[in-house]
T-cell receptor, first 110, second 114 residues
Framework: GENVEQHPSTLSVQEGDSAVIKCTYS??????FPWYKQELGKGPQLIID?????GEKKDQRIAVTLNKTAKHFSLHITETQPEDSAVYFC?????????FGKGTRLHILP | DTAVSQTPKYLVTQMGNDKSIKCEQN?????MYWYKQDSKKFLKIMFS???????INETVPNRFSPKSPDKAHLNLHINSLELGDSAVYFC?????????????FGNGTRLTVT
């Protein structure tokens, strides 16, 4: 079955700097890659997603890149702000089954 | 209006008891899920129902029994609770088959078994 690896598990960046979270997946048939943000006491919320026929997607300060050949995908957050502090999950979807990475706890330092 | 709502938000109970968690979605989605999030934040799929039919069952002990009375509801019943069942349980829904089918999560039920 699909396996999603996510790194790092914890990331601390200075406010205003960029943060990058990387994921790999195992099943080349996966075709949809969402990213979720989970704040304390809440459920994960979709922040951006990318399909396998696209290499890059951007939404304001957030961008995702996908390398299908290497089975890598990454989340980039620029100009980080205190409200970006949360746990971020990458995921890969095959046949409508979404498998999550183990999460990255992002700390934005003042 | 809350899109995916689950109750209760907190559940504290003793080992051996039976408990239920309810979930409702008003998004009109055909598919609903239960995920378990352990203390390390790892999200693991447990079950998936499409239009009241079970489509995913991820080697979950048979003490866990999902029930879907209609496509807007997916409840989770747990028998003979064990310490290791302590976790946050998330209900989610999606509309498969469309161009983008992200999951919409509820805010979770924190289950503590003592």
């Amino acid at each position: 079955g699909e396996n999603v690896e996510q790194h790092p598990s914890t990331l601390s960046v200075q406010e205003g700097d960029s943060a990058v979270i990387k994921c790999t997946y195992s099943d080349s048939a996966s075709n949809y890659f969402p990213w979720y943000k989970q704040e304390l006491g809440k459920g994960p919320q979709l922040i951006i997603d990318i399909r396998s026929n696209v290499g890059e997607k951007k939404d304001q300060r957030i961008a995702v890149t996908l390398n299908k050949t290497a089975k890598h995908f990454s989340l980039h957050i620029t100009e980080t702000q205190p409200e970006d502090s949360a746990v971020y999950f990458c995921a890969a979807s095959i046949h409508d089954k979404i498998i999550f990475g183990k999460g990255t706890r992002l700390h934005i330092l003042p | 209006d809350t899109a995916v709502s689950q109750t209760p938000k907190y559940l504290v109970t003793q080992m051996g008891n039976d408990k239920s968690i309810k979930c409702e979605q008003n998004l009109g989605h055909d598919t609903m899920y239960w995920y378990k999030q352990d203390s390390k934040k790892f999200l693991k799929i447990m079950f998936s129902y499409n239009n009241k039919e079970l489509i995913i069952n991820e080697t979950v002990p048979n003490r866990f029994s999902p029930k879907s009375p209609d496509k807007a509801h997916l409840n989770l019943h747990i028998n003979s609770l064990e310490l290791g069942d302590s976790a946050v349980y998330f209900c989610a829904s999606s509309q498969p088959g469309t161009q983008n089918s992200p999951l919409h999560f509820g805010n979770g039920t924190r289950l503590t078994v003592t």
